[in-house]
């Protein structure tokens, strides 16, 4: 038996992948089976005083993304000997995505494009896993969505599921049981509410045999997983931190748009549309509305300079990252300025990262293979990713599964 742990963008593809090919696959994810329109019910308490969004959920943190699909760390990647072109070309079929219709881009976009273009900046759509016939734009996706028009992880779950994996949802791992440097099985934990799963509805720790393990829990809980289980890790944290610079335009009701649906790429970060609630909380003074406030993100590489230990997780900003926030928000206000934002309004929002990385990394953590230093145990997600794409990474993270997939497929039939 397979025992893969979490349903994230990593867990998915690969339960789905070694599914199809009729592996026996059995699933755990420690968090609810939750609709998309709930799914920002299940966002994680802050761990420390930092702001890392993730969520606790079938199909993860890809339940509250906004729809990004971009291919990063791919040259990095082939440098490590890991060549992922063609699984990359594979998601993107399979998510559909693509730059959204013009009739997607709000009056906000379109201004901070027209902006940009004045500007000579080199701007470009964002391609997007979101359905255009299902979405009426509405501001929401990191909420879910309201209408279940974007791609999530939950769609290749319910496609493992009909492959013939087991999937048992509010199942956490505990442990994973390793003898004289031999993958002996796991230690899973039934939750809470449901008493569908397994034999019974009792919550004590249940030991399952096994030599095949894949941890999927994100960049987070692997590395906590593999501490437990005696496996340094947890080193090298990144977050792809950001913040939001914006000011106020009066009635311009950016906040009802599809957030980031355009792009302007530089070396260390990438700006793109975004609103956010911390300025408006901040702009009310000025006696501004959620309608009057147009935003952008800055979004930087940032360094693997954080930490998760069992009870916290520590990242500060390095200079270097200071200086790339820095850098990005001057471009991010001339943008807002030039759209007719008044500049004398224009702030920004704490730092804060939603795409924690890099703590079980190829070549530290895992080889080539993702496989870890315990045959037979393997990480597929955010975790085995070496630097900080500074740019949306679940395309990436779904390449690297599909890999993965392939690699053990072969190992079976061996
Ligand atoms: C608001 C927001 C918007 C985003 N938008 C985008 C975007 O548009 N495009 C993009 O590319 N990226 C986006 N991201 C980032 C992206 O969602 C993550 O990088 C990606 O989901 C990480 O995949 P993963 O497999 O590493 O982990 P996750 O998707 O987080 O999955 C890990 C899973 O493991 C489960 N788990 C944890 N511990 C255990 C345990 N002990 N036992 C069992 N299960 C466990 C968790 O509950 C979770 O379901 C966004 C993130 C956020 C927060």
Same mark, same amino acid.
């Given at each position: 038996?397979?025992?893969?742990?979490?349903?994230?963008?990593?867990?998915?593809?690969?339960?789905?992948?070694?599914?199809?090919?009729?592996?026996?696959?059995?699933?755990? =994810? $420690?968090?609810?089976?939750?609709?998309?329109?709930?799914?920002?019910?299940?966002?994680?308490?802050?761990? %420390?005083?930092?702001?890392?969004?993730?969520?606790?959920?079938?199909?993860?943190?890809?339940?509250?993304?906004?729809? %990004?699909?971009?291919?990063?760390?791919?040259?990095?990647?082939?440098?490590?000997?890991?060549?992922?072109?063609?699984?990359?070309? =594979?998601?993107?079929?399979?998510?559909?995505?693509?730059?959204?219709?013009?009739? &997607?881009?709000?009056?906000?976009? $379109?201004?901070?494009? =027209?902006?940009?273009?004045?500007?000579?900046?080199?701007? #470009?759509?964002?391609?997007?896993?979101?359905?255009?016939?299902?979405?009426?734009?509405?501001?929401?996706?990191?909420?879910?969505?309201?209408?279940?028009? $974007?791609?999530?992880?939950?769609?290749?779950?319910?496609?493992?599921?009909?492959?013939?994996?087991?999937? +048992? +949802?509010?199942?956490?791992?505990?442990?994973? *049981?390793?003898?004289?440097? $031999?993958?002996?099985?796991?230690?899973?934990?039934?939750?809470?509410?449901?008493?569908?799963?397994?034999?019974?509805?009792?919550?004590?720790?249940?030991?399952?045999?096994?030599?095949?393990?894949?941890?999927?829990?994100?960049?987070?809980?692997?590395?906590?997983?593999?501490?437990?289980?005696?496996?340094?890790?947890?080193?090298?944290?990144?977050?792809?931190?950001?913040?939001? !610079?914006?000011?106020?335009?009066?009635? *311009?009701? +950016?906040?009802?748009?599809?957030?980031?649906?355009?792009?302007?790429?530089?070396?260390?970060?990438?700006?793109?549309? &975004?609103?956010?609630?911390?300025?408006?909380?901040?702009?009310? %003074?000025?006696?501004? #509305?959620?309608?009057?406030?147009?935003?952008?993100? !800055?979004?930087?590489?940032?360094?693997?300079?954080? #930490?998760?230990?069992?009870?916290?997780?520590?990242?500060?900003?390095?200079?270097?990252?200071?200086?790339?926030?820095?850098?990005?928000?001057? !471009?991010?206000?001339?943008?807002?300025?030039?759209?007719?934002?008044?500049?004398?309004?224009?702030?920004?929002? &704490?730092?804060?990262?939603?795409?924690?990385?890099?703590?079980?990394?190829?070549?530290?953590?895992?080889?080539?293979?993702?496989?870890?230093? !315990?045959?037979?145990?393997?990480?597929?997600?955010?975790?085995?990713?070496? +630097?900080?794409?500074?740019?949306?990474?679940?395309?990436?993270? *779904?390449?690297?599964?599909?890999?993965?997939?392939? &690699?053990?497929?072969?190992?079976?039939?061996?």
């Amino acid at each position: 038996m397979i025992i893969i742990v979490g349903s994230g963008a990593g867990g998915a593809t690969v339960a789905k992948e070694l599914a199809l090919a009729g592996l026996p696959v059995t699933l755990i =994810e $420690k968090g609810p089976l939750l609709i998309t329109q709930q799914a920002f019910t299940a966002y994680d308490a802050r761990d %420390n005083d930092l702001e890392l969004l993730k969520t606790t959920c079938g199909g993860g943190s890809t339940m509250v993304s906004v729809g %990004n699909g971009v291919r990063v760390l791919q040259e990095e990647l082939k440098s490590l000997g890991i060549d992922i072109s063609i699984e990359l070309a =594979e998601a993107e079929q399979e998510l559909k995505v693509n730059p959204l219709p013009d009739s &997607h881009l709000g009056k906000g976009t $379109k201004l901070l494009m =027209e902006a940009a273009y004045n500007l000579d900046l080199p701007i #470009q759509s964002m391609p997007k896993f979101i359905r255009p016939s299902e979405c009426i734009p509405c501001g929401k996706c990191s909420f879910g969505c309201p209408r279940n028009a $974007k791609w999530t992880a939950m769609d290749f779950i319910n496609e493992a599921k009909e492959a013939g994996a087991q999937i +048992f +949802f509010n199942t956490g791992l505990e442990k994973i *049981i390793i003898e004289k440097g $031999k993958l002996k099985g796991v230690n899973i934990r039934r939750n809470f509410q449901d008493t569908t799963i397994l034999n019974s509805s009792d919550q004590t720790s249940q030991y399952i045999k096994t030599d095949l393990v894949i941890l999927a829990a994100g960049a987070i809980e692997t590395p906590r997983i593999l501490q437990k289980s005696g496996i340094k890790a947890g080193n090298n944290l990144f977050m792809d931190t950001f913040v939001t !610079v914006g000011g106020i335009l009066k009635d *311009i009701e +950016f906040y009802e748009e599809v957030m980031m649906a355009t792009l302007v790429p530089f070396d260390n970060f990438i700006l793109a549309p &975004h609103f956010s609630t911390f300025l408006l909380e901040k702009l009310k %003074n000025y006696g501004a #509305q959620g309608k009057d406030i147009l935003g952008i993100m !800055v979004k930087i590489k940032d360094e693997n300079s954080g #930490q998760v230990t069992p009870e916290k997780v520590f990242k500060q900003n390095t200079l270097q990252d200071v200086r790339f926030l820095a850098e990005g928000s001057a !471009v991010a206000g001339s943008i807002l300025s030039e759209a007719g934002v008044k500049p004398s309004t224009i702030i920004s929002t &704490h730092p804060r990262g939603a795409h924690p990385g890099g703590t079980a990394p190829i070549g530290k953590i895992v080889d080539e293979n993702l496989e870890t230093s !315990v045959k037979g145990l393997f990480l597929s997600d955010a975790s085995v990713l070496p +630097f900080a794409p500074g740019a949306p990474p679940i395309l990436t993270i *779904i390449a690297l599964a599909k890999r993965l997939a392939q &690699h053990i497929i072969k190992k079976y039939a061996d």
